[in-house]
């Protein structure tokens, strides 16, 4: 208080009046930052989650799909218009899209080296009931036309399928995307029992008139963008011609191995 001419006057005490000392402000910061660090590690983990399912989910559309595909496209082999017609002249020698078929047959092999995928050919008859890979007809009623297929896997890890029917142009079309290896054994019927007795990577002349079935393994794998895997890991996968993925690098990507049979109905007798 201060006196002036015996009056008294009120003044304010500003050494009461204070606000946060910088320690103070340094240990909010702090409590703050380790708040925001936590709510980061929280939405990054919901993202990784997310991004984790949602590449499951498309490994698994991929499987199915190609199952499909497969399945639709291989099965068809040997089919023909005329039941009671020679195998050998409804399917001739030919060497349509590199393909060495034999008479009579309906399939023929290209075997990989070691790492690499393999190519299956087939072929088969139509008079606009069974279809390509892109689902356009085979052949008109009463105009029958024959279509060679090839299945292999290109570059950019993509099942293809190249087809061509009698002498037109051929033609490309994509099945699956994220493929690492695509592998093809044959099943013979060494006996007359309509079922494989043995399988086999390599046809020569007289297997492959004996093929009755295939067997495709297929190993799938999510896009380049999609991480599964918290660290990277070696793929550890042996195919049913004793060869593995020993020599693939190490990564993050998700895998899934289909082993599929497919019975070729159609040159069963």
């Known amino acids: 208080m201060l006196h002036h001419r015996g009056a008294t006057v009120n003044t304010p005490d500003y050494r009461r009046e204070r606000g946060f000392s910088l320690v103070e402000l340094m240990v909010a910061m702090v409590v703050g930052l380790l708040l925001l660090a936590g709510v980061l590690q929280i939405l990054l983990a919901n993202r990784e989650a997310f991004d984790a399912q949602r590449g499951r989910g498309h490994l698994q559309e991929n499987a199915r799909l190609a199952s499909f595909m497969l399945e639709n496209v291989v099965a068809h082999a040997g089919f023909r218009t005329d039941l009671t017609g020679d195998l050998e002249q409804v399917f001739r020698a030919n060497d349509t899209l590199g393909a060495d078929f034999r008479p009579g047959a309906v399939v023929s092999s290209q075997s990989n080296t070691q790492g690499q995928s393999?190519?299956?050919?087939?072929?088969?008859?139509?008079?606009?009931?069974?279809?390509?890979?892109?689902?356009?007809?085979?052949?008109?009623?009463?105009?029958?036309?024959?279509?060679?297929?090839?299945?292999?896997?290109?570059?950019s890890r993509t099942l293809m399928c190249r087809y061509v029917t009698d002498d037109k142009n051929p033609s490309t079309a994509q099945l699956v995307e994220g493929v690492d290896r695509f592998e093809v054994r044959y099943g013979l019927d060494t006996d007359d029992d309509n079922s494989a007795d043995r399988y086999v990577s390599d046809l020569t002349a007289a297997q492959a008139a004996q093929v009755v079935s295939v067997r495709i393994q297929l190993l799938l794998r999510t896009l380049d963008e999609e991480n599964l895997l918290p660290v990277a890991q070696q793929p550890d996968y042996v195919f049913s011609d004793g060869s593995d993925t020993g020599d693939m690098p190490a990564d993050r990507a998700g895998r899934l191995f289909l082993d599929q049979t497919i019975a070729l109905r159609n040159t069963l007798q």
């Open 118 to 155: 393999d190519t299956l050919y087939i072929r088969f008859q139509g008079e606009g009931s069974v279809h390509n890979c892109r689902g356009a007809s085979i052949g008109s009623p009463g105009s029958p036309e024959t279509t060679y297929v090839s299945l292999f896997v290109e570059q």
